[in-house]
């Protein structure tokens, strides 16, 4: 089973920055694909960004060109640089790893417990 723990989340004003970080651990094989998702109050949860464990990203249109996802395999540690940020990117953010298991080879989903982004004057 792994474990997820995010960090980095808090206030900021309008046009400011925030780091998160999310860090696997626990008995797998590896971590595949890693990404961020957020879901605002009363709104759906909705895809922010993702990155293939070779690197290849892909990135919601409302946050391209401010957002960056980066990861580090050998810390199997995924991060999202937020810049610019907008009131409208408040909401909780959440950290999701595609797992691939040790002894079976199969794959699951995961979910982090989510950290707060607050973006207010």
């Known amino acids: 089973q792994v474990q997820l723990v995010e960090s980095g989340g808090g206030l900021v004003q309008p046009g400011g920055s925030l780091r998160l970080s999310c860090a696997a651990s626990g008995s797998f094989f590896r971590i595949e694909s890693m990404g961020w998702y957020r879901q605002a109050p009363g709104k759906q949860r909705e895809l922010v960004a993702e990155i293939t464990r070779g690197g290849g990203t892909n990135y919601a249109d409302s946050v391209k060109g401010r957002y960056t996802i980066s990861r580090d395999n050998a810390k199997n540690t995924v991060y999202l640089q937020m810049d610019s940020l907008k009131p409208e990117d408040t909401a909780v953010y959440y950290c999701?790893?595609?797992?691939?298991?040790?002894?079976?080879?199969?794959?699951?989903?995961?979910w982090g417990q989510g950290t707060q982004v607050t973006v207010s004057s």
């Open positions: 999701n790893v595609l797992v691939l298991r040790s002894i079976t080879r199969t794959k699951y989903t995961s």
